[in-house]
């Protein structure tokens, strides 16, 4: 069955500098999540779209912007990099009024 | 908001005994709560979930059971195998469009053979 994908698998960054994280989710899933693990910590939520508006927001810095887009795919933004920001980044979905949430395999950002 | 507090952050069993995590959610709205498990640098993987309409339920070796007067649940793995290692996270939400999960601090399970 298909996955959630995500790309880049892993990135590197300097300080200062910005990126953007891409997640393609499941077929026909219409809402997608974003989560942020550093090491040895538990996800953290940072925001939600379903149909393409935003529908939760979590602890999310106001250097970090998110959209989805019309065929459901969704882009992380991320701005003024720091160091602290070192994580990873996981997208899940899930469909409609569904409760489960399938994760992708994560991003890996590394800030120096 | 939500705040679910998960125990004990590691356990270590012997191979065939059984394992049990438990949780405890703050947010009586919540009515959703899964089980992940992860493996070191791998995604959350979805194990098992329970919906507040029912006590419990089994998968298997995996088992679940929620109590929502005391807004806690649990997880029973039976006969614990060394590809049961892994961290296990518990997670609690509310059944809307785009709602979060809450996680829990993660279980470090260990099984020893």
């Known amino acids: 069955a298909a996955g959630v994908i995500q790309s880049p698998r892993h990135l590197i960054k300097e300080k200062r500098e910005t990126a953007t994280l891409k997640c393609y989710p499941i077929?026909?899933?219409?809402?997608v999540y974003w989560y942020q693990q550093g090491p040895g910590q538990d996800p953290q939520f940072l925001i939600s779209?379903?149909?393409?508006?935003?529908?939760d927001k979590g602890s999310i810095p106001d250097r970090f912007s998110a959209q989805q887009f019309s065929d459901y795919h969704s882009e992380l933004n991320m701005s003024s990099l720091e160091l602290g920001d070192s994580a990873l980044y996981f997208c899940a979905s899930s469909s409609g009024l569904e409760y489960e949430q399938y994760f992708g395999p994560g991003t890996r950002l590394t800030v120096t | 908001g939500e705040n679910v507090e998960q125990h004990p952050s590691t356990l270590s069993v012997q191979e065939g005994d059984s394992a049990v995590i438990k949780c405890t959610y703050s947010d009586s709205a919540s009515n959703y709560f899964p089980w992940y498990k992860q493996e070191l640098g791998k995604r959350p993987q979805l194990i098992i979930d329970?919906?507040?309409?029912?006590g419990e339920k089994k998968d298997q070796r995996i088992a679940v059971t929620l109590n929502k007067t005391a807004k806690h649940f649990s997880l029973h793995i039976t006969e614990t195998q060394p590809e049961d290692s892994a961290v296990y996270f518990c997670?609690?939400?509310?059944?809307?469009?785009?709602?979060?999960?809450?996680f829990g601090a993660g279980t470090i399970l260990r099984v020893k053979s």
């Open positions: 997670a609690a939400s509310k059944r809307e469009y785009g709602n979060k999960l809450v």
């Open positions: 329970i919906r507040s309409n029912v």
């Open positions: 779209f379903y149909e393409k508006m935003q529908s």
């Open positions: 077929p026909r899933h219409d809402t």
